[in-house]
T-cell receptor, first 112, second 114 residues
Framework: GESVGLHLPTLSVQEGDNSIINCAYS??????FIWYKQESGKGPQFIID?????DKRQGQRVTVLLNKTVKHLSLQIAATQPGDSAVYFC???????????FGKGTHLIIQP | GAVVSQHPSWVICKSGTSVKIECRSL??????MFWYRQFPKQSLMLMAT?????????EQGVEKDKFLINHASLTLSTLTVTSAHPEDSSFYIC??????????FGPGTRLTVT
């Protein structure tokens, strides 16, 4: 992911709607990408991952799309539920690095 | 999924003292563990890579003499914050790497230095 800033972007959606969270990464050598969910005061929780030889991967209610041309990653959450409220981070790995590079994060808020 | 624990979950210490944080992989062996730091409303930043049986690799700008890392076994890495100062107050999170590249994160340790 790109370098962090002090202000966390916020996405507010109605319960039941679909959510799309976007992320840009900068390392063109990255070959493994992960989306994490982090609830307040807790560690990141794995949601879904994708390798660079794919452009789409689906899980339960979640889909990750990878566009390597523009170095863009998105997470789609279908039928958003109150329990989906959290901060979502993308992370990438590659280029010889072992540790993950995290994106800025997006705070997803579910409106009843 | 695999479980990673951290201890303590939170700690308050006085300025100038040292604090040790433990990271354990409970049901798998991890030759590599990672330490991240997260300030409020910010993302996680990698501090160092902890390798079992060898010296840790620190990211640029992270003082290795201040943040001591010991990875003495395949299931335990420790981070010691030496001579802690209020600006070291943060959320410290470890992760353990599985052979599949996936990293399993611990629940984090909230450090407050007064």
């Amino acid at each position: 992911g790109e370098s962090v800033g002090l202000h966390l972007p916020t996405l507010s959606v109605q319960e039941g709607d679909n959510s799309i969270i976007n992320c840009a990464y900068s390392n063109s050598a990255s070959d493994y990408f992960i989306w994490y969910k982090q609830e307040s005061g807790k560690g990141p929780q794995f949601i879904i991952d994708i390798r660079s030889n794919m452009d789409k991967r689906q899980g339960q209610r979640v889909t990750v799309l990878l566009n390597k041309t523009v170095k863009h990653l998105s997470l789609q959450i279908a039928a958003t539920q109150p329990g989906d409220s959290a901060v979502y981070f993308c992370a990438d790995l590659g280029g010889g690095a072992d540790g993950l590079t995290f994106g800025k994060g997006t705070h997803l808020i579910i409106q009843p | 999924g695999a479980v990673v624990s951290q201890h303590p979950s939170w700690v308050i210490c006085k300025s100038g003292t040292s604090v040790k944080i433990e990271c354990r992989s409970l049901d798998f062996q991890a030759t590599t563990m990672f330490w991240y730091r997260q300030f409020p409303k910010q993302s996680l930043m990698l501090m160092a890579t902890s390798n079992e049986g060898s010296k840790a690799t620190y990211e640029q700008g992270v003082e290795k003499d201040k943040f001591l890392i010991n990875h003495a076994s395949l299931t335990l890495s420790t981070l010691t914050v030496t001579s802690a100062h209020p600006e070291d107050s943060s959320f410290y999170i470890c992760s353990a790497a599985a052979p599949s590249d996936e990293q399993y994160f611990g629940p984090g340790t909230r450090l407050t230095v007064t």
